[in-house]
């Protein structure tokens, strides 16, 4: 982080610094709070996450105790400015705010978003009870201010502060979700936060409310599955495969995930083919692979894009009555990575995205 980029970061906290805390929501939002729990925004601290302690541990500034993720990992720290500094304090694992994680009255108070080219920053309201929402016909909380007229809640574009892009200090953007960074055209709550049936809160009775548990490549996966599409094609010596994106991002944004297609034919109950496709971005210098912040180049990037319709053609000649099954899976880290980072192999679990069966 460049010294402008520290002394933004530092302003935008310095007025806002104490934050309610994720308990103080159970009380009239019990639903949401549970959902919550769940989600990979309440772990997403070393302490909860195994796969973020492991690169943490790896990068050079965890010997300096400057842990620079705190600005989208644990954002709402009662000491965040001395977490970030470069000679930090590091990560606490007895400090409660920082164990909020990524919490509740953190995400309903971002005001607005600065977009910068390394990576955006959010900007905090200075009213401590002063949140920021989408429901119009709200009634008075006894607890916080309610305000809907925020636009980056309206138009569901609130995450993009974290999740729009980061770049190295080589300029490499090695993580986009929004890589041509038109923040305005982003709508992330309605694919993560669907609408679920349960109330937004014990205030007023609702029917449904927008899902906290946030899906995703962690957790909920099955909320995503309808964006991608597997389709089959059989041809008199062949057949193919397409993957159909809906996703108007990468399938994976992560340099660390791989995800991959799998077609198996069965005949007679007997696996009689079978191949996997491997897709991947890999990140690197010199044509060899390195660790996110020493990256200067895409090694390799076979991943499925935004909107794209990826088509695999094989030869393999089939007969009436054969069972084709295609999965759409990945990894959250490579497994030669996963074991390089000493990641344990129950946090590394092969997750499915989408699974279709076809008779020919």
Not at 207 to 234: C, K, T
Not at 265 to 279: F, G, H
Not at 332 to 360: C, D, Q
Request: hydrophobic share 35%; proline share 6%.
């Amino acid at each position: 982080m460049n010294k402008i980029a520290l002394l933004l970061v530092t302003a935008v906290f310095a007025f806002a610094a104490k934050f309610a805390p994720n308990s103080a929501c159970k009380e009239c939002h019990p639903l949401i709070y549970k959902e919550y729990q769940t989600s990979q925004h309440a772990h997403a601290t070393i302490y909860k996450d195994p796969i973020h302690k492991a690169v943490w541990e790896k990068n050079p500034l965890s010997k300096k105790n400057a842990y620079k993720c705190a600005k989208c990992h644990t954002p709402a720290a009662n000491n965040f400015k001395e977490l970030i500094a470069p000679n930090g304090i590091g990560p606490d694992p007895h400090n409660k705010t920082q164990n909020d994680a990524v919490a509740c009255a953190y995400c309903h108070r971002i005001k607005a978003i600065k977009e910068d080219l390394k990576t955006n920053h959010n900007i905090i309201s200075p009213t401590p009870k002063k949140y920021f929402g989408t429901l119009k016909d709200h009634i008075k909380s006894p607890f916080h201010q309610i305000d809907t007229s925020n636009s980056n809640f309206l138009q569901g574009n609130v995450c993009m502060g974290c999740h729009s892009h980061k770049r190295n200090k080589f300029g490499l953007n090695v993580c986009s979700t929004n890589e041509k960074r038109e923040i305005e055209n982003a709508n992330c709550v309605s694919c993560h936060m669907p609408k679920v049936k349960g109330s937004v809160s014990t205030l007023k009775k609702r029917s449904h409310h927008a899902f906290h548990g946030f899906a995703g490549a962690h957790r909920y996966q099955n909320m995503l599955a309808r964006y991608v599409d597997i389709e089959f094609l059989p041809h008199l010596k062949g057949f193919e495969i397409a993957i159909n994106s809906k996703i108007p991002h990468d399938l994976l944004l992560h340099p660390a995930r791989v995800a991959f297609v799998s077609i198996k034919v069965v005949r007679d109950n007997k696996p009689v083919w079978q191949k996997k496709e491997i897709l991947v971005r890999v990140l690197g210098a010199n044509g060899k692979p390195t660790p996110p912040w020493l990256a200067k180049e895409v090694v390799k990037d076979t991943m499925l894009k935004a909107n794209e319709k990826r088509v695999f053609k094989y030869d393999f000649q089939l007969q009436k009555g054969d069972k084709i099954v295609v999965a759409l899976g990945y990894k959250l880290v490579k497994p030669p990575l996963a074991k390089k980072l000493g990641i344990p192999s129950k946090a590394n679990k092969t997750a499915i995205l989408k699974k279709r069966a076809f008779t020919y």
